[in-house]
């Protein structure tokens, strides 16, 4: 089992021509309200992916709606807790060039308790992992609780907060960031130099790093990974394809990749199937809606 201690957003997604610059009022070509929050998108990419998942979080009493989209769509919903909080949203603007800017609203995502949290790790069993992303309170607590429990934690970091995960690293089983974050963790502007200060700034963690439509590197410092000769580090490269809407792109990553690695498969494997994935997603508008099927996954690469 994976619980996903996570946030859950209503998006609303406006199509412009361009960012809405400071001082401009403009009309928006579209208008879509969509099921997102990065911890219901890796819900969502990992229920897809076949993984057992279980979402742990809170949303407003009144949104029953999305507590169905997601039961429908595979994810156990059994640990969302109903308050009242208004559920976290998102205001998303998207250009015609695939590029967004978002706002955030985190609502209930940042009302879970410690109460909920110990409640959660008490039924959790050993190989058993905790998924956790930037959207959500007591990251600390529960990263804690977790290692208590000998439940393996993987940790995305997103919105980036330096201070915070530099904190937590020592938690970590698994660290999954994007270019972005990778650079605000060492401190540069340049992803070329962070590649190759990241591995020796962190020879400890094991540290997958997604570059967009350049890939993927894995780096290790883990010596259960020692054996299978990965510690001059792994680079996978993305698959070509036309993207539209690169939303949820990284979390379609870590659904597939996190559900491989459970499954058995080796992290070469892991990556080159979560690539497939998130290569079929970045097609696609939206966020949860775009994650792809398992049988999608499956006759991409059989391409
Ligand atoms: P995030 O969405 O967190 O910023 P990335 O942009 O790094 O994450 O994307 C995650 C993964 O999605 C990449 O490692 C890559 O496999 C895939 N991906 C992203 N953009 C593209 C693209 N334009 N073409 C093909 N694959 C892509």
Not at 38 to 65: P, R
Not at 279 to 290: D, H, K, P, Q
Request: aromatic fraction near 6%.
């Amino acid at each position: 089992t994976i619980y996903n201690f996570g946030s859950i957003n209503l998006d609303h997604l406006y199509q412009l021509d361009h960012f809405v610059r400071p001082g401009e009022t403009m009309a928006s070509n579209s208008y879509q309200c969509l099921l997102g929050g990065k911890g219901a998108n890796q819900s969502v990419a990992l229920a897809k992916a076949g993984a057992d998942v279980k979402h742990v979080g809170a949303i407003h009493h009144s949104d029953q709606a999305v507590i169905d989209q997601l039961e429908s769509l595979g994810v156990d919903t059994g640990l969302i807790k109903r308050i009242d909080v208004p559920t976290g949203h998102a205001i998303i603007q998207l250009t015609k060039e695939a590029e967004n800017s978002i706002i955030l609203y985190q609502g209930a995502n940042h009302a879970l308790t410690e109460e909920q949290v110990d409640q959660v790790l008490s039924q959790a069993n050993a190989g058993d992992w905790v998924l956790l992303q930037n959207e959500t309170n007591l990251i600390e607590y529960i990263m804690r609780k977790a290692q208590e429990n000998k439940v393996k934690v993987a940790f995305n970091p997103a919105p980036m907060d330096a201070e915070l995960t530099k904190k937590v690293l020592g938690f970590v089983d698994l660290l999954i960031v994007n270019e972005v974050e990778a650079m605000d963790l060492i401190g540069t502007t340049d992803i070329d130099s962070t590649i190759v200060a990241f591995p020796k700034a962190y020879p400890e963690l094991a540290v997958l790093m997604t570059l967009g439509k350049a890939g993927v590197c894995y780096f290790t410092g883990k010596e259960s990974d020692q054996e299978n000769n990965y510690e001059g580090g792994l680079s996978v490269k993305a698959f070509s394809v036309e993207a539209v809407d690169t939303t949820a792109a990284g979390d379609t990553f870590i659904g597939f990749c996190l559900s491989s690695l459970m499954n058995g498969e080796d992290m070469t494997q892991a990556i080159t199937r979560a690539c497939a994935a998130s290569a079929i997603c970045v097609t696609r508008l939206g966020a949860a809606s775009s994650i792809p099927t398992q049988d999608e996954v499956t006759a991409f690469l059989a391409k």
